[in-house]
């Protein structure tokens, strides 16, 4: 890839980990001769917004990039929480991108590879809401701004009194309930007078253990891709003041999205 006079690299990214992070370049000018472009010990923060960092020193004359990459050091960062392209810039305008994808301990990213957002494997991560008042259900969890989720499972256990035998289900929807994207129901309703575990997974059956006298209540999730703002939360048929949720476990895969 060829780059002029006054050129530098430019390092664009999003990280839900602050770590720091590196770039260079090796340019082999026209006349012969070498210079690494380096964008050198960045701290990145970790709230998933975009960050841009510059190369201390620009190309002295006109040559080609022959060789670049991207790499993060100290804090450990896992698949999918830092998303980085790096590219040949000229004062505001990015001319042409060198590589970009994940990075993350024992992955760098590399001159001629290019990862498009959400792909690979993402970072499973455990969320737990909060634990909500009789006859409501499991409060929203949203997905962060800059992220994608995959929903791999849902864990709620729910205490029943004397009446009432609401059937548990799992609502996934975007922001603030525009559209619904997926409601999933358990096979089978919560018994008066029992307290039930209420599990959904990826990959799982419909299961159920001795719910009339309390156990376990299972149901299969799809493979289902979450963009930012989506919510989860539940959505139970026939919810009464007798039924009470306790705070739910949330898995989830996630990945940063620049």
Not at 69 to 84: C, D, E, N
Not at 171 to 188: D, H, K, M, R, S
Not at 209 to 225: C, I, Q, R
């Amino acid at each position: 890839m060829r780059i002029r006079q006054g050129e530098q690299l430019r390092l664009i990214l999003a990280s839900a980990v602050a770590t720091q992070v590196f770039a260079t370049a090796r340019i082999r000018y026209d006349n012969g001769q070498y210079q690494d472009l380096d964008v050198l010990e960045k701290t990145t923060g970790s709230s998933r917004a975009t960050e841009t960092f510059t190369s201390e020193t620009v190309a002295s004359a006109n040559g080609e990039v022959v060789s670049s990459i991207a790499f993060v050091r100290t804090t450990a960062t896992k698949p999918g929480q830092l998303y980085a392209g790096l590219y040949v810039a000229n004062g505001d305008r990015l001319l042409q991108a060198l590589c970009k994808g994940y990075i993350y301990d024992g992955h760098d990213v590399s001159m001629g590879e290019f990862q498009l957002p959400g792909e690979g494997p993402g970072t499973l991560r455990h969320l737990t809401t909060a634990n909500p008042a009789a006859n409501a259900e499991v409060e929203a969890t949203a997905v962060p701004t800059n992220a994608r989720w995959k929903l791999v499972a849902f864990m709620v256990s729910m205490v029943q009194g004397v009446t009432d035998t609401p059937r548990p289900a799992v609502l996934v929807q975007t922001a603030a309930g525009a559209l619904i994207i997926g409601l999933f129901p358990l096979g089978a309703d919560v018994a008066a007078s029992t307290t039930v575990r209420c599990t959904w997974a990826r990959g799982l059956g419909a299961g159920e253990d001795n719910n009339v006298t309390g156990g376990s209540l299972s149901a299969s999730l799809p493979d289902l891709t979450l963009d930012e703002l989506d919510e989860i939360l539940t959505s139970t048929q026939g919810l009464g003041a007798n039924s009470d949720y306790g705070a739910a476990e949330i898995f989830v895969e996630e990945w940063v999205i620049l």
